[in-house]
């Protein structure tokens, strides 16, 4: 018997036009690369004979599952999702898509782009308009503070500075 856990918290539908290309991207590579190559494999798995000690066949079936669980998802996804591919008419106010630099209380500076939950990336400073810190800062100006709630205590944070990188 597997443990049961509620339902995810749905994520906010909102993705820049580089993240919805990227989603899609990413579903046509998995039709045609990953697929196209897992499919045959299965086949000629399932050709060696008793598939209930054939680990290839095993193996090129999970795969081919978890393909095509990621096609489900792409496919559901990019049919919810709103591109925003805008700039907001008040640039001096955080909004999705927004380079907003901050400070916090010890001097650390940092620069983060607020973006869709589908684009995340840590490396490069991409954060989830669902965040605790983006959902502090939508909506704020240069020098308000923003006070977040992080899972090991509470930090201040100025913003610095906000841009918009032009389309």
Same mark, same amino acid.
């Given at each position: ?10 994520? $906010? ?8 290309? +990227? ?6 590579d #998995?039709?045609? %690369? ?6 045959? +494999? %299965?086949?000629a ?11 290839? /066949? ?13 096609i ?6 990019? !049919? ?6 805008r &700039?907001?008419?008040?640039q ?5 898509g927004?380079?907003?630099? =901050?400070?916090?209380?010890?001097? =650390?500076?940092?620069? /983060?782009? =607020? ?10 400073? #991409?954060?989830?308009? !669902?965040s605790? %810190?983006?959902r +502090? %800062? #939508?909506?704020?100006?240069v020098?308000?503070e ?11 944070? &100025?913003i &610095? $500075? ?6």
């Amino acid at each position: 018997m597997g443990r049961w856990r509620p339902p995810p918290e749905k994520s $906010s539908p909102y993705i820049t036009a580089e993240g919805a290309a +990227a989603l899609k991207t990413w579903l046509t590579d #998995l039709w045609k %690369l990953r697929r196209g190559e897992v499919v045959p +494999a %299965l086949s000629a798995a399932a050709a060696e004979g008793d598939r209930s000690e054939n680990a290839e /066949y095993i193996y090129r079936k999970k795969q081919l599952g978890e393909i095509d669980r990621k096609i489900r998802y792409l496919s559901k996804r990019l !049919d919810e999702i709103e591109v925003v591919d805008r &700039t907001p008419p008040q640039q001096d106010r955080v909004f999705f898509g927004a380079w907003v630099g =901050i400070e916090d209380e010890q001097g =650390i500076a940092a620069e /983060y782009r =607020i973006v869709g939950a589908d684009e995340t990336d840590a490396a490069r400073a #991409l954060i989830s308009v !669902d965040s605790p %810190l983006a959902r +502090a %800062l #939508l909506g704020r100006s240069v020098d308000d503070e923003v006070q977040v709630s992080l899972p090991e205590k509470s930090v201040l944070y &100025t913003i &610095t $500075s906000i841009r918009y990188e032009r389309h």
